[in-house]
Structures are given as structure tokens and as C-alpha cells.
């Protein structure tokens, strides 16, 4: 494995052991909590600043930081099934629904009057108490069934709530310009050998994005891997402004 897959990967396997102490600031439902006291809690400042971020790191966050990525990698060594990215649409049944719920919330207590990035929390940790702890499991167990059963980084796919914040943040820094962390191309130099492809995390076709010139894709998570494993560096990172 490249060193540079290496520290990914090591990063978000500290990130995922860490998940029991800071699951509470990427949790869907406490923002949703927090919006019914009128509160702006820690989970609704991280997916503000994830949002952000994605003007400048596209969804570098999913493979490099993200606590849910290190286990679902992990899965990777028991069941490497692709994933079908035809469906992708199925995140939104979950995530309009849910930014609609906050949003109501918020509109019945008249809005937000208060910042609380601690929220819930004790001392800033989470897991408070055994319930905490339950959903903990069922989150890290859905997880892994998914993983197993659907396949690589199921989650990222079909059930992750953070993603369209990234996803929305990329498009609108792509109909601006903006300079970016991207991937970039020289496609004369490819020579078919698919390993690209068959190594994406996101199940990407890679190797045909490379032949159509059209690398700019927003399930790509800028792991690098496809960088790390071309033979031919026919793929880099680049910052830069769009084509
Ligand atoms: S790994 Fe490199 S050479 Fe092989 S198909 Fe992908 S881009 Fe082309
Ligand atoms: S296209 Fe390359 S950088 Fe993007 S997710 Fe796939 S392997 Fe990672």
C-alpha cells in the first residue's frame, strides 16, 4: 500500500476509535434537538463548517477525517463489493426530510437565539449515559452491515447526512471557479489498465472518467488512491479553478 494510503488510512482509524467521545458533533439528531430549544448546537456548526470546507477540499473530509470512513475501509479487507452509484439519489429520501424537520423545528421556537457548541455533551465528550451508547452501536453496527451487504462505503452511498452539505458546497464552488483541491489528468498517458478503477473506494469508474477528460465527479472523496496506484501518474492532485 503507498505511504500516502498509509496515513489516510491511519488518520481515520483514529478518527473512528475516537467516535465514541465525539459522535455527538455529527449527530443528525441533535441539531434536530437543538433546533426545537432554539439552540445552534455542535453537530450544526460542523456541517456549516463541512459545507464550507468543500469550497476549498471538495469531500476530502469523507477520506480523510471522517470517524464512519475508518471502519467502513476496514470492512473493505472482508468484502471489496462495489457499489452501484445509479442509486445515490436514495441519501436524499433521508436528508430533505431531515433538513425539513430543523428547519420546522427552528420556525416553531422562533428561530435560533442561542450558540452552544457543547451541547449535550459532558465536558464536551459524548456518551453522557447508556442510551448514548446504544445509538453508538447502532450506528457502527448499520455500518458494517451495510458495508458487508450492500458494499464499499455503503454508507457514504445511500445514508450519509453529510455528504449533500459537502456535495451543495462543491457545486456551487464549481459554478463560481473557485481554486480548489481537484484531481487532474493527462489522459494520453493511460493505458487501460483499469487498476483505477478497481480500486476507487467510491466505486468509481475512473478509468473512464480519465478517458472522457471528465474527472470531476462529486462522489469522488480525493482519497488519492487512484493517484497513489496509477503506474503511470495519469492522475495528481491539483489546486486550481475548474476547467
Ligand atoms: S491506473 Fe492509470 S493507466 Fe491504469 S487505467 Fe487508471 S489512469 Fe489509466
Ligand atoms: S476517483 Fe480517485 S480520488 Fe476520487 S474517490 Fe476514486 S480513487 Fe479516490
Known amino acids: 500500500m503507498p505511504k500516502r494510503q498509509k496515513i489516510r488510512r491511519g488518520i481515520i482509524l483514529v478518527t473512528f476509535l475516537l467516535l465514541p467521545a465525539i459522535f455527538y458533533y455529527f449527530s443528525p439528531y441533535l441539531i434536530i434537538m437543538g433546533a426545537s430549544e432554539g439552540v445552534i448546537s455542535g453537530s450544526f456548526i460542523m456541517f456549516g463548517i463541512l459545507f464550507l470546507s468543500a469550497f476549498f477540499l471538495g469531500r476530502g473530509f469523507c477520506a480523510w477525517v471522517c470517524p464512519v470512513?475508518?471502519?467502513q475501509e476496514a470492512s473493505f479487507l472482508a468484502r471489496d463489493r462495489k457499489v452501484n452509484n445509479k442509486y445515490n439519489w436514495i441519501r436524499y429520501?433521508?436528508?430533505?426530510?431531515?433538513i425539513t424537520i430543523i428547519i420546522y423545528m427552528a420556525g416553531t421556537t422562533g428561530g435560533f437565539?442561542?450558540?452552544?457548541?457543547?451541547y449535550q455533551t459532558v465536558f464536551g465528550f459524548s456518551m453522557p449515559n447508556v442510551y448514548a451508547l446504544f445509538i453508538y452501536l447502532i450506528v457502527v453496527i448499520t455500518t458494517i452491515i451495510l458495508s458487508f451487504s450492500v458494499g464499499k462505503r455503503a454508507l457514504c452511498h445511500y445514508g450519509c447526512w453529510m455528504s449533500p452539505f459537502m456535495i451543495g458546497g462543491r457545486k456551487l464552488r464549481n459554478i463560481f471557479k473557485w481554486p480548489s483541491?481537484?484531481?487532474?489528468v493527462e489522459r494520453d498517458k493511460c493505458i487501460d489498465c483499469k487498476t483505477c478503477t478497481k480500486n476507487c473506494p467510491m466505486s468509481l469508474d475512473v478509468n473512464g472518467m480519465v478517458k472522457n477528460n471528465k474527472i470531476e465527479n462529486p462522489e469522488c472523496i480525493l482519497c488519492g488512491t487512484c493517484i497513489d496506484l496509477c503506474k503511470k501518474e495519469v492522475i495528481r492532485y491539483s489546486f486550481s479553478k475548474g476547467l
Do not use: E, S, T
Not at 429520501?93 to 431531515?98: E, N, S
Not at 437565539?113 to 457543547?118: A, G, I, Q, R, T
Open 69 to 71: 470512513a475508518g471502519i
Open 113 to 118: 437565539k442561542k450558540v452552544d457548541f457543547f
Open 181 to 184: 483541491l481537484r484531481l487532474r
Open 93 to 98: 429520501l433521508i436528508w430533505v426530510p431531515w
